[in-house]
């Protein structure tokens, strides 16, 4: 089974930059889709980003221009560098893997991380 850890949430001022991290670690997995999603207080989860393993990118359009996912496939590891950010940014952040495991397809969240953006 594939565990996810989140780091780098935090409290910033508009204007600013933070940059998440989100580690998938187990056994006998092979990840397809890497993302994050964000749920402000009161709204329903929504996508932020996605990345594949070939490397096709999808953000939402709120994101364009300001926020850039990557991923180190060596690390299992996926990133949002998030510059810019504004106080509609605000939310807990959840990563999201999409993972290939003894022929079976399984989607997993990771715990959550708070993005604070203050005005």
């Known amino acids: 089974q594939v565990q996810l850890v989140e780091s780098g949430g935090g409290l910033v001022q508009a204007g600013g930059s933070l940059r998440l991290s989100c580690a998938a670690s187990g056994s006998s997995f092979s990840i397809n889709v890497m993302g994050w999603y964000r749920q402000a207080l009161g709204n329903e989860r929504e996508l932020v980003a996605t990345?594949?393993?070939?490397?096709?990118?999808n953000y939402a359009d709120s994101v364009k221009g300001r926020f850039t996912i990557s991923r180190d496939n060596a690390k299992n590891t996926v990133y949002l560098q998030m510059n810019s950010l504004k106080p509609e940014d605000t939310a807990v952040y959840y990563c999201?893997?999409?993972?290939?495991?003894?022929?079976?397809?399984?989607?997993?969240w990771g715990q959550g991380t708070q993005v604070t953006v203050s005005s």
């Open positions: 999201n893997v999409q993972y290939f495991s003894g022929g079976y397809y399984f989607r997993r």
């Open positions: 990345i594949t393993s070939g490397g096709n990118i």
